[in-house]
């Protein structure tokens, strides 16, 4: 009952999260490469590299999209959406972007953060009790998957579960085959699921389990943005799904996101695929259905991997942040917010200035190793990828988007998307 109250009483502020703005931007629409200074001939060399990676049977098809000043200057779509039907890739098609989620989870973070209704650095305990007194994993036995645990000594914050700091581990793709048993044999649902699963029951589940280290003392990519999904619900007193909807994807336009499809829409979701003796064929997993967006129990939602959508949606999105916070004259985020968001919160756990890339609040962000190295962008461009080959990025300093959506596992597509990146950015003609 405590905890029916404790979301009524947050319930009226969700209504302030995204407000109308003194500063309207230009239509997000398309124009002419030129008109934002970008070579429509050296374009055409994205049709080259994608047709070839095509016809060498690296991907089987792919949609494209480009963006400068707020103009969508280059979309397209290449080769096939189902290897059952061979039906030809189209703009709009829709995508599973996986860990793409995580950056519009955060976004919703920082939104109820700018109602000050929570710091930053709040234990998460203090909104999800079962989180109170975590414990770092010290033995396992694999035969059994028994444990040991010692205290953690410190709570995890939503700093850390923003960041992938919290000690949380990934379950099925964790690196620690320890964490991969203990999380199997708990039941946690780590990526999206068909079954009637809810995502409070999941976390609370995922909450009695030992970490991988203290919070705040390494870089472990997690399942803390699903935790954060609950969180959202918690605080804002709505169903995660419909926080977002409200708030960001109705706002912003982004009108064909979402975590589960509606039946009008299913046609156009693209075939996850794999190769089969040189052949494109459809993947399968023992842990995962892939027809999760449309088919299933449609209750789990996650925050960290269970969104479906189009490059052009996805690129709207990246327009907002490139806008400082601002689109369609509704303003998200404030341009100071965004200023934090985009500074490095993880020190040197992934190498510092060593490394081409940190991480901020809600993104990966090239360093100025990363510029150096060429084809990355601009220090300070942030990007990231989702599990089924998905990408973005978005350089502030040119004003320049790129978002490339494919739909493959357990093949190596010869960095695909790194050259992507290169090519849009050797378009650049002013």
Known sequence: MK?????????????????????????????????VGMSSERLKRIDVFLQKSIDLKEIPGAVAVVCRNGKIVYQKAFGSADNV?????KTDDVFRIASMSKAITSTAVMMLWEEGLFNLDDP??????????????????????????KPAGKEITIRHLITHTSGIGYGKIDGDARFRAMYKKAGI???????????????????????HSAPGEKFTYSEG???LGYFIEIVSGMPFDEYLKKHIFEPLGMNDTYFYLPTEKSSRLVKVQTKTNNNWTTFTDDFYDTEYPIKGAKTFFSGGAGLSSTAKDYAIFLQMYLNNGE?????LLSRKTIESMMINQVGDYLGGTKSDQNYGLAFGLVTEKGQSEGGLGDAGTFTWGGYFNTNYFADPKENIIGVIMKQTQKIDDNNNSGIFRALVLQAIDN
């Open 124 to 149: 998460i305990s203090k909104y999800i009790p079962e989180f109170k007194n975590p414990t770092v994993l010290d033995s396992l036995t694999m035969s059994d998957t028994t444990y040991t645990t």
């Open 85 to 89: 039907s061979n039906r030809a890739m």
């Open 189 to 211: 649902v780590d990526l999206f699921t068909t079954d009637p699963v809810k995502i409070g029951d999941n976390i609370r589940k995922l909450a009695k389990l030992p970490l």
């Open 3 to 35: 905890k029916i109250v404790f979301a009524f009483l947050f319930f009226p502020t969700s209504v302030f999260c995204q407000t109308n703005s003194g500063h309207f931007s230009a239509p997000f629409t398309e124009d002419k490469p030129e008109s």
């Open 225 to 227: 943005l699903d935790v």
């Open 327 to 331: 689109l369609n004259g509704k303003r």
